[in-house]
């Protein structure tokens, strides 16, 4: 079974950081583009940073030069460093396939709360 499976959220204060990590099955992660998108209360889920399958990357202005997206092809992992974080950084973090532009599969999500 397809899975994609988050870690490392939680609490952390204004200007700190955070990394998160997202653990795919092989069988989807070596054919996948991958991305980490977020929900906030009360918004829709955006996509955060993407990074293809020889790396490439491209960000949300709102995380540009705070947040990098990182991927280790022989562990089938993907990581999302945040640094600088703001309380409008708070959301549920989700890890997604992506295929023609689009989410596929979904990890359960983690959550992080930015405190001011």
């Known amino acids: 079974q397809v899975q994609l499976v988050e870690s490392g959220g939680g609490l952390v204060q204004a200007g700190g950081s955070l990394g998160l990590s997202c653990a795919a099955s092989g069988s989807i992660f070596r054919a996948n583009n991958m991305g980490w998108y977020r929900q906030a209360p009360g918004k829709e889920r955006e996509l955060v940073a993407a990074i293809t399958r020889i790396g490439r990357t491209n960000y949300a202005d709102s995380v540009k030069g705070r947040f990098t997206i990182s991927r280790d092809n022989a562990k089938n992992m993907v990581y999302l460093q945040m640094n600088r974080l703001k309380p409008e950084d708070t959301a549920i973090y989700y890890c997604?396939?992506?295929?023609?532009?689009?989410?596929?599969?979904w990890g359960q999500g983690t959550q992080v709360t930015v405190s001011s």
């Open positions: 997604a396939t992506i295929s023609l532009g689009r989410p596929g599969t």
